[in-house]
């Protein structure tokens, strides 16, 4: 039996060469797009995970003081992801503590149980299972549904997207079958206009070329010494017939090469195009991306402040009342609470005021981001010396020593450089070596492009360099916190006030011998200021 895929040879050599394309486009096409289905799954994975160990952090004072309305603010921040379906906050015994459903969905009557940390891929959803713990103590676990539908958004779109390069392909694929079967058929085709034009014209002085395989020369060799018999019929005009056929030849390569330079010039700017669409396509794809992500911070900016107004109002309340209770329960009759008592109510106060500390440096945190700061002419050696006077006590009790140099008057916000200041020197007295009081020597520079160079050196325990980004990030610590005392935040709101004066600050430091803190700030602004 015998297909036939067209009438000539150029046509069959056409369809082989696309049919060959086709097969190698859709099996690439195919492999592409099951990575790339697989590849948003564990996207959305990673994802998730991320997102119930920020809601398991956050619900750690819920489930440890039993406040549900807590956990279920908590949860209901998930309202920002379309594509959770529900999320679940279960308590130590495993019962469901507190429940988030998306607005306008039809709540299920089933509710998962309880189950290890880990995940499962269900049929039409990704179900993570988080653990909720303090000091490796299990309070609870996170439970977060999640719909996959941006992974099948995102499988629709690489279909089509498959869809269109696959036919782009093709189009390429053809156009370049129509130039490559001109190898192997023009040589034929050459071979039968000669005959046809020799049995037209009885022009016998015409040759076949010699182009092509073998088989197609030895052809047109045979078809030559045929010619050559019949030629020597008409010898006279011989001379005359090959200087107009050589001339003829002359033209039709000529000919035949400009067609091939405005072909592959054509594919060329065929090929340009393609280019210029991909990447306008990218272009809208990252302008696309760069709104939803503005969006995005602006609600994350919007949610800040309201966490920032309840931390100011309804957490610090609470924590007043637990200070005062305690503190009169402290002072009451000895022989009213037994040692075992007071040393739970002791633990009570240190833990109260240890939330107070840290809802208060939160609070400056989150300020700073909020509002441009108001710029006068600060001096800063008055700043360094009201700082030493709040730090009197601390001073004395660690026997440290402060130098300080020629401070220089800069614009900048009063408050914050205090503050700034204070953490600083702070942290150089908290932070020192065994049997070694502290001694911290500031010192200011003033550069030649009109900005100040600020430097805290300190012969305290100093740390590794490689830890120099961490220190600045907030709630990260190099030490335990039942080892040195403080909220972790204290170098993260040093680094904000820099950020925001349009400054930079660095730190060198080596162990056991100190470490030296470098801030530079500009003398002046020239953004608005209020003077």
Do not use: W
Request: glycine share 4%; hydrophobic share 40%.
């Amino acid at each position: 039996m015998t297909i036939k895929f067209g009438r000539t040879t150029r046509a069959q050599l056409t369809l082989m060469q696309m049919a060959t394309c086709l097969v190698a486009l859709v099996t690439t096409g195919l492999a592409f797009g099951v990575l790339s289905y697989y590849s948003n799954r564990r996207n959305a994975l990673q994802d998730l995970t991320g997102l119930a160990e920020a809601i398991s952090h956050n619900s750690e004072a819920a489930l440890t003081f039993g406040i549900e309305e807590d956990a279920q603010r908590i949860l209901h921040m998930l309202h920002t992801r379309s594509s959770v379906s529900s999320a679940y906050l279960y308590d130590a015994e495993g019962a469901v503590f507190a429940a988030y459903i998306p607005e306008g969905s039809t709540p299920s009557a089933y509710v998962p149980p309880m189950a290890t940390a880990g995940h499962s891929f269900e049929k039409h959803c990704l179900r993570v299972y988080y653990p909720v713990a303090v000091q490796q103590q299990a309070l609870g676990m996170v439970c977060i549904e999640d719909s996959l539908q941006g992974v099948r958004d995102a499988t629709r779109r690489s279909a089509l997207t498959l869809v269109i390069v696959l036919l782009g392909a093709l189009l390429l694929a053809l156009l370049a079958a129509t130039r490559l079967q001109s190898l192997i058929s023009t040589p034929v085709l050459a071979l039968a206009r000669t005959a046809r034009r020799v049995s037209t014209d009885s022009d016998y002085s015409r040759r076949a070329d010699s182009g092509g395989s073998d088989e197609i020369q030895s052809l047109n060799a045979a078809f030559n010494e045929m010619l050559g018999v019949i030629q020597q019929r008409d010898r006279d005009l011989s001379n005359e017939i090959a200087v107009r056929c050589k001339a003829e030849d002359e033209l039709r390569r000529h000919r035949d090469h400009l067609e091939s330079i405005v072909a592959a010039r054509t594919v060329e700017l065929e090929r340009a195009n393609e280019d210029l669409r991909k990447e306008v396509g990218e272009h809208e794809r990252a302008e696309r991306l760069l709104r939803r992500t503005l969006s995005d911070l602006e609600t994350t900016n919007s949610e800040l402040e309201r966490f920032a107004q309840v931390a100011a109002h309804d957490l610090q309340e609470p924590l007043r009342k637990m200070l005062a209770f305690s503190d009169r329960l402290c002072s009451t009759d000895e022989s009213a609470l037994d040692d075992q008592a007071r040393d739970y109510l002791t633990r009570i106060m240190q833990s109260a005021r240890q939330m107070q500390f840290l809802i208060n440096d939160l609070l400056d945190f989150s300020r700073l981001a909020r509002r441009k700061p108001v710029l006068r002419s600060v001096n800063l050696a008055r700043v360094a010396e009201n700082v030493l006077k709040e730090l009197e006590q601390e001073i004395k009790a660690e026997a440290a020593t402060i130098s300080i140099g020629t401070l220089p008057t800069i614009e900048a916000e009063q408050p914050q450089m205090r503050q700034m200041l204070r953490h600083l020197i702070s942290n150089a007295i908290k932070f020192r070596r065994a049997e070694i009081p502290p001694h911290v020597d500031i010192q200011a520079q003033e550069n030649d492009d009109d900005t100040v160079t600020l430097s805290v050196k300190d012969n305290g325990m100093g740390f590794e360099q490689k830890y120099e980004a961490r220190i600045f990030e907030i709630f990260q610590r190099l030490h335990a916190r039942h080892v040195y005392e403080g909220t972790g935040i204290g170098l993260a709101i040093c680094k904000r006030i820099v950020d925001v004066h349009g400054g930079r600050i660095s730190v060198q430091s080596t162990p056991e011998e100190g470490a030296t803190f470098t801030i530079t700030l500009p003398r002046t602004h020239k953004f608005d200021r209020e003077l």
